[in-house]
């Protein structure tokens, strides 16, 4: 167990798996191909605030989440957030402070969920890539996961006021490497590129049929 997996985390992370196959019959395809050690980034599409926290029970080891800083505000769980590994960001502009602190998390080892698109998506497709994922990758060529999400839309779409039980599934991809070649001389349209990468690779990934 990560020594970042604090008894909150692990409690809201279980409660997590527990709500999720009882209200959403959620599903993980390929779990085993996140890494067990070293540090990585999980790279997912984003449709539903449901994404994060479905994204990081995915991983049997502690992740950590960016969160816009206001939420650090909310009565109760606002101070357990920190112990949940909520990274608060200024959702207002490029909070580097915040970059700087996934980009250290990932060179001491650890894992970090991020959602090259930005923001969640209007009506459930892909969206292009933003440059933060790419500077990421470009700061510290870890390996990323790309990671699909299919259903969350359906259950809690952008500007809903009401949650559908619809069934979710997440499915992992074969992890991305990346080398200083791709990232020499790197600028903010490379970081785009970097990202684009992800995206088209998380595009790449299908809900296969149950049996």
Same mark, same amino acid.
């Given at each position: 167990m990560s020594t970042h997996m604090t008894f909150t985390y692990w409690f809201f992370a279980t409660l997590a798996r527990?709500?999720?196959?009882?209200?959403?019959?959620?599903?993980?395809?390929?779990?085993?191909?996140?890494?067990?050690?070293?540090?990585?980034?999980?790279?997912?599409?984003? &449709?539903?605030?449901?994404?994060?926290?479905? *994204?990081?029970?995915?991983?049997?080891?502690? @992740?950590?989440?960016?969160?816009?800083?206001?939420? =650090?505000?909310? /009565?109760?769980?606002?101070?357990?957030?920190?112990? =949940?590994? *909520?990274?608060? @960001?200024?959702?207002?502009?490029?909070? =580097?402070?915040?970059?700087? !602190?996934?980009?250290?998390?990932?060179?001491?080892?650890?894992? *970090?969920?991020?959602?090259?698109?930005? $923001?969640?998506?209007?009506?459930?497709?892909? &969206?292009?890539? &933003?440059?933060?994922? +790419?500077?990421?990758?470009?700061?510290?060529?870890?390996?990323?996961? /790309?990671?699909?999400?299919? +259903?969350?839309?359906?259950?809690?779409?952008?500007?809903?006021?009401? @949650?559908?039980?619809?069934?979710?599934?997440? *499915?992992? +991809?074969?992890?991305? $490497?990346?080398?200083?070649?791709? @990232?020499?001389?790197?600028?903010?349209? !490379?970081?785009?590129r970097l990202g684009q990468r992800v995206m088209d690779a998380i595009g790449t990934l299908q809900l296969e049929v149950?049996?």
């Amino acid at each position: 167990m990560s020594t970042h997996m604090t008894f909150t985390y692990w409690f809201f992370a279980t409660l997590a798996r527990i709500l999720a196959r009882l209200f959403f019959r959620f599903h993980i395809i390929h779990r085993e191909r996140l890494p067990e050690t070293g540090g990585f980034i999980l790279a997912a599409n984003h &449709q539903s605030y449901f994404d994060p926290p479905l *994204v990081g029970i995915c991983s049997r080891r502690a @992740v950590h989440y960016l969160a816009r800083k206001s939420l =650090m505000d909310w /009565p109760f769980f606002g101070p357990m957030f920190p112990k =949940m590994n *909520v990274i608060p @960001v200024d959702r207002g502009g490029n909070d =580097m402070s915040a970059l700087k !602190t996934v980009i250290r998390k990932i060179r001491s080892g650890e894992g *970090v969920v991020l959602f090259p698109e930005g $923001t969640r998506s209007p009506d459930g497709q892909l &969206q292009p890539a &933003q440059a933060g994922v +790419g500077l990421v990758i470009a700061k510290t060529l870890a390996p990323v996961v /790309p990671v699909r999400i299919f +259903g969350s839309y359906e259950a809690f779409p952008r500007g809903s006021k009401g @949650v559908k039980l619809h069934p979710i599934s997440v *499915v992992i +991809g074969e992890p991305l $490497t990346f080398t200083s070649e791709d @990232v020499a001389n790197a600028d903010r349209e !490379t970081y785009r590129r970097l990202g684009q990468r992800v995206m088209d690779a998380i595009g790449t990934l299908q809900l296969e049929v149950r049996k």
